[in-house]
């Protein structure tokens, strides 16, 4: 079965630092492109971060650029989002998605994980 | 990047067709062909439904379709069931090489 399964989220004060990550099932990871894709309480979603197959492009949100690193280990079929310097509006559901087509852009976000909450608060 | 603009609500009987704009600027679903759109039921992760403009995934029904004039997107359901109601979502890619959702469409089937 073709899966994605995120970790790591929680509860952390302002300012501090997180580390997520998504493991992948069922398909040929080190294939495809991934994203991490957020959805505050309530709220719609937002695009966070992409990391292209080879690691050799990575795009970032301006509202998480410098605070957050997308990282990913093939070896492991996995995918990681470094979180520092952490704000209350970072609180929200934090997913995975793979990018299913070969075309830089596209953005067609096919298998998506479960999420993680990550909450940040005093 | 400013959230692409999608109607709040829209609603529709069982078996009507209802759409759902998705409206940007030339810099993102103007600029280019690479629109989707997702469903998400409550406490669920999205769905893809519709890729680079209208280009269904396998398994998703035929039903639904999507759509592109100037800098606005559109998807439309025909045959409205009662699984359809759901938040559905558009999302483009950038000029700033980065993607940008719509604000979300609550779909009510009446």
């Known amino acids: 079965e073709v899966q994605l399964v995120e970790s790591g989220g929680g509860l952390v004060q302002p300012g501090g630092s997180l580390r997520l990550s998504c493991a992948a099932s069922?398909?040929?990871?080190?294939?495809?492109?991934m994203n991490w894709v957020r959805q505050a309480p309530g709220k719609g979603l937002e695009w966070v971060s992409y990391?292209?197959?080879?690691?050799?492009?990575?795009y970032y949100a301006d509202s998480v650029k410098g605070r957050f690193t997308i990282s990913r280990d093939n070896a492991k079929n996995s995918l990681y989002l470094q979180m520092n310097s952490l704000r209350d509006e970072d609180t929200a559901v934090y997913y995975c998605?793979?990018?299913?087509?070969?075309?830089?852009?596209?953005?067609?976000?096919?298998?998506w994980g479960q999420g993680t909450m990550v909450t940040v608060s005093s | 990047q400013s959230a692409l603009t999608q109607p709040a609500s829209v609603s529709g009987s069982p078996g009507q067709s209802i759409t759902i704009s998705c409206t940007g600027t030339?810099?993102?679903?103007?600029?280019?062909?690479?629109v989707s759109w997702y469903q998400q039921h409550p406490g669920k992760a999205p769905k893809l439904m519709i890729y680079?403009?209208?280009n269904r995934p396998s398994g998703v029904p035929d039903r639904f379709s999507g759509s592109k004039s100037g800098n606005t997107a559109s998807l439309t359901i025909s045959g409205l069931q009662a699984e359809d109601e759901a938040d559905y979502y558009c999302?483009?890619?950038?000029?700033?090489?980065?993607?940008?959702f719509g604000g979300g469409t609550k779909l009510t089937v009446l």
């Open positions: 030339s810099s993102d679903v103007g600029g280019y062909n690479y």
């Open positions: 998605a793979r990018d299913f087509s070969m075309i830089v852009g596209s953005g067609a976000f096919d298998i």
């Open positions: 990391i292209s197959s080879s690691s050799s492009t990575i």
């Open positions: 999302s483009s890619y950038t000029s700033s090489s980065s993607w940008v």
């Open positions: 069922g398909f040929t990871f080190s294939s495809y492109s």
């Open positions: 680079e403009v209208s």
